[in-house]
């Protein structure tokens, strides 16, 4: 049995819980945004950094993806264009707070282990470079040239390129992103693993086979237009706040909202737009017209159901339902689809969803009568063993109506992290198609290893069999972010090297292999300045339009570099100054490396000069652009046959998914409030229907540890509080990174192989 127990600098006893709120954003969310921006930044600083964000002439936030209103389709943006949570981020990269020599002096690495996430973070940014060695109690300082001396030599020493590892987080820039894997590229392998990996790489599996690729296929003037927007298994009063401005246009043009979840949370159901005086004195603006709360992972029966109805509807009424010409236009495999759905189980789907036929039947009535509708959807369906057929019957539904390639209507999976997209546009993938692979070998004329690498839970299986002894992360926290925590963690530590290109302290930099670095960089809201003047970077938001982000602080430390810096002088130290790569170019200006990526990547032509423009471009999109299906193998659209499938769980057990705090971005724990659901001074909470807590014997308040159940084997995780909540029966959820310890390693989704972070069976046991 693995077991995950409490961090002793957060006291869980002072945890309060309340009740629920309605409504997202509002006044509260305006106060916490100035509050933790003065902790952090101080006023004048605040003011300062906050009214750059997202703006044309700033930087892009270092959170979510959502994407800002262009001027060509109408949009403007506001003074202040960024959500509470973009706000936390920002206050969090540009804090004040330092973690410097004096700092690793004072705490050995065995203290650092027993601190949690938030504290680590909390502790401010880190100034240079600092190393760990061999059997040492603390971090101490290195210099840069040290640093990529110790690496090279490291890498060098490995007797074949594969034993290496480098991992990606979503928020390097596209130049970073670029050299990077043309550095891994140069080195000889595709060991490319990075955060999408585990969350939307079942939507790119899918949408690849559906409709020819991996992106969605609307615009933010989509959403505008829309007559119906359905939202499955997300939440975006936390996630992605920004993305309840664009539903509230839309509900005031008319249009309608399904939202299908487990938990009903705030900002599904209620907006208070805090720059609109409804949003202030008002009751704001009511968000999800139809509520279904579904039961975790029954959205694939969900799916079946609404299609069986309105092929159903069809027949009785003959092309009132079904977009007959666009099926027979630009689909294939829709015969085999309506076979599928034809003779569907009522009963399998009521046991699936939870949801009853008639609330079923009324959604389906909603994307009958809508000419408009965009799907949306997040990690809440990504996650699941079946999430790949899932995505595909959302494409199934929405081909059947032809809601894909024109105005108001779509496929929109919305992006968790800046820029997660843009780096696998740029070749940060274990897997990257022949076409990439080609055009990069004829652009810098060097060999370009072809054998797939590993992606994020095949390079834990191969540290933790020894096959993977150099680990690099450009950013991110692999060790709080990936499943199977302790298994996770010792895989970590059989590695000869991990190196982490870090803004912050997190757990990663202390589940360390023999050596340890630490690489600190500049933030997105800092100046980078090289040899041939100022420099910008750029990014592609969730709806695939690359814009630029320039920094505009004073850098925390006068020994920071850039990631481009980062990449190019440890190639230099790599390959030596020969290399056909011009990697010292590429440091000293930014053009040089989109001149190559303008030759590389395909849609990014001229890309120096378009990027420039005020709202930057929009890479093409062929089912959204034109109605068409390149991608897919036979140009067409492709409707899908799938089994209908969805966890069952046993008696007495309940099924757990792993979600945010309100007060968190992914891994990085902003603060200890999660105030939509009720929850202030404490994380280690686990959500459980009330009727559910009856059953199985345990009372509101009390204490458990929750244990995970898989192919035999328990995973623990220590001393939670029971907390009554209106989930749907028999689900259970719990905060990550805490809940990961439960997660399997080997419980991924099908195709995809992402980690089952949303259906992990597990019962309730009272601690004594």
């Not at 585990?198 to 505008?224: F, N, P, Q």
């Not at 192989?753 to 069976?761: D, E, G, H, Q, R």
Request: with cysteine; net charge negative.
């Amino acid at each position: 049995m693995t077991r995950n127990a409490p961090q002793d600098d957060i006291d869980e006893s002072r945890i309060q819980v309340g009740k629920p709120k309605g409504w997202a954003a509002g006044i509260p969310g305006v106060a916490t945004s100035l509050v933790r921006g003065v902790e952090q930044m101080g006023t004048g600083r605040t003011i300062r950094t906050l009214r750059l964000l997202n703006q044309r002439e700033g930087f892009d936030c270092p959170g979510c993806a959502w994407p800002e209103p262009q001027q060509a389709d109408g949009g403007h943006r506001h003074v202040a264009e960024f959500c509470e949570n973009g706000a936390k981020a920002v206050a969090e990269e540009a804090t004040k707070r330092r973690v410097g020599r004096e700092f690793f002096a004072k705490h050995t690495i065995e203290e650092l282990r027993g601190k949690t996430d938030y504290w680590l973070g909390q502790q401010g940014r880190i100034t240079e470079p600092f190393v760990l060695r061999d059997g040492a109690t603390h971090y101490e300082p290195i210099s840069w040239d040290g640093a990529f001396d110790l690496i090279a030599g490291e890498m060098k020493a490995l007797e074949d390129p594969n034993e290496a590892i480098f991992y990606t987080s979503g928020r390097t820039s596209n130049e970073a992103a670029f050299a990077y894997q043309l550095m891994v590229r140069s080195f000889g392998t595709n060991n490319l693993p990075d955060c999408s990996n585990m969350c939307h790489e079942s939507s790119g599996a899918a949408l690849s086979e559906t409709t020819g690729i991996g992106k969605g296929s609307v615009s933010l003037a989509d959403i505008h237009q829309a007559d119906l927007i359905v939202v499955v298994g997300q939440n975006p009063g936390t996630n992605h706040p920004r993305m309840l401005s664009a539903l509230e246009q839309a509900k005031k043009n008319g249009a309608k909202i399904v939202a299908v979840n487990p938990l009903p949370e705030a900002g599904l159901m209620r907006f208070k737009n805090p720059q609109k005086v409804r949003g202030v004195v008002g009751n704001g603006t009511p968000l999800a017209d139809e509520f279904a709360q579904i039961r975790l992972g029954g959205d694939l029966a969900l799916f079946q159901a609404l299609g069986h109805l309105m092929l159903e509807w069809e027949q009785q009424s003959p092309g009132s339902v079904v977009d007959q010409a666009f099926i027979d236009a630009s689909t294939d495999g829709f015969e085999d689809y309506v076979k599928q759905v034809r003779d569907l189980d009522w009963n399998a789907v009521g046991e699936a969803t939870g949801l009853p036929r008639d609330q079923i039947e009324r959604i389906a009535h909603l994307l009958v009568d809508s000419e408009r509708t965009i799907y949306c959807w997040a990690m809440g369906l990504t996650q699941h063993k079946h999430a790949v057929p899932s995505i595909k019957e959302i494409a199934n539904v929405a081909l059947l109506r032809g809601m894909i390639g024109k105005p108001g209507a779509g496929l929109c999976p919305v992006r968790g992290h800046s820029n997660v997209q843009g780096d696998r546009t740029m070749g940060v993938w274990e897997k990257m198609p022949e076409e990439f692979m080609s055009a990069l070998s004829d652009e810098f004329g060097i060999p370009i290893p072809r054998d797939h690498g590993l992606d994020t839970v095949d390079s834990i299986r191969a540290m933790r069999d020894g096959k993977g002894k150099v680990f690099f992360a450009m950013g991110g926290n692999f060790a709080s972010a990936t499943p199977d925590t302790e298994l996770t963690e010792r895989a970590l530590k059989s590695c000869e090297l991990t190196v982490h290109v870090s803004t912050k302290l997190n757990r990663s930099h202390v589940v360390h292999g023999r050596t340890a670095l630490i690489l600190p960089t500049l933030g997105r809201t800092e100046r980078d300045v090289q040899a041939t003047g100022e420099q910008f970077v750029t990014v592609e938001d969730s709806m695939s339009v690359v814009h630029s982000s320039r920094g505009r602080l004073k850098p925390s430390s006068e020994h920071l570099i850039s990631e481009v810096a980062i990449v190019s002088r440890l190639a230099l130290a790599l390959f030596g100054e020969g290399h056909a790569v011009p990697w010292a170019e590429f440091e000293r200006d930014y053009d040089r490396i989109r001149d190559s990526i303008s030759r590389v990547v395909p849609g990014c032509e001229d890309f120096n000069a378009r990027v420039r423009l005020p709202d930057g471009f929009v890479l093409p999109n062929a089912p959204r652009d034109a109605r068409e299906f390149t991608g897919t193998k036979n140009g067409k659209a492709n409707f899908t046959a799938s089994d209908l499938e969805w966890p069952v769980v046993p008696e007495g057990r309940l099924l757990l998914q792993t979600m945010r705090s309100h007060d968190q971005y992914n891994t990085t724990i902003y603060g200890l409030s999660d105030r939509y659901r009720g929850i202030e001074d404490g994380r280690r909470v686990v959500f459980v229907n009330p009727d559910d807590i009856t059953e199985l014997g345990v009372a509101d308040g009390q204490i458990v540890d929750l244990v995970s159940e898989w192919r035999g084997g328990d995973r623990r995780a220590e001393k939670f509080r029971v907390v009554s909540y209106p989930t749907a029966r028999g689900c259970a959820a719990a905060y990550f990174p805490e809940a990961n310890a439960l997660v399997a390693l080997d419980a991924v989704a099908d195709t995809s192989n992402t980690p089952v972070s949303k259906a992990i069976v597990i019962r309730l046991e009272p601690t004594t």
